[in-house]
């Protein structure tokens, strides 16, 4: 998408950040929704597999994913996320994207990262939305 993250508000709860696996988390969902292909690169896997649950779409690769992500143009007004948990080498990431249409969508993102070290890569991911 190609949003400016400085545009797009950012809620957290307190602590949220604090462990590096769950800024990880964080930082990659801003990343995917502000188009910052770096971020996205820094922290997925080569061989990454997104599975996109409510529209039955699987994209497979980093290429893949980018290139999807490059044709997406919704503007997301605020990101509030409610809770990310993490333990071992699977995570998740929940709460509630506002876009710029007065829309929102509800979604949770369950990671599975490569090794259960902070430097493992994101692996796949099962998005539930609404």
């Known amino acids: 998408m190609n949003n400016d993250s400085k545009e797009m508000e ?6 949220c950040d604090n ?17 910052e292909n770096d971020v996205i690169e820094e922290y997925a896997d080569e061989d990454i597999m997104w599975n ?19 044709h997406q ?10 809770q990310v948990i993490t333990h071992g080498k699977f995570a998740s990431i929940n709460g509630v994207i506002s876009k710029s249409d007065g ?14 070290a902070k430097s493992g890569k994101v692996k796949e991911i099962k998005s539930y939305t609404l």
């Open 52 to 70: 996109h649950l409510k529209e039955q779409k699987e994209t497979a690769g980093l290429d893949a994913l980018l290139s999807d992500l490059k």
């Open 73 to 82: 143009e919704e503007k997301i007004d605020a990101l509030e996320i409610y």
């Open 10 to 15: 950012l809620i957290i709860p307190k602590g």
């Open 19 to 35: 462990a590096p696996r769950k800024k990880i988390m964080i930082d990659f969902t801003v990343a995917v929704l502000t188009g």
């Open 103 to 116: 829309s929102n969508v509800d979604f949770c993102d369950v990671y599975t990262f490569t090794s259960a």
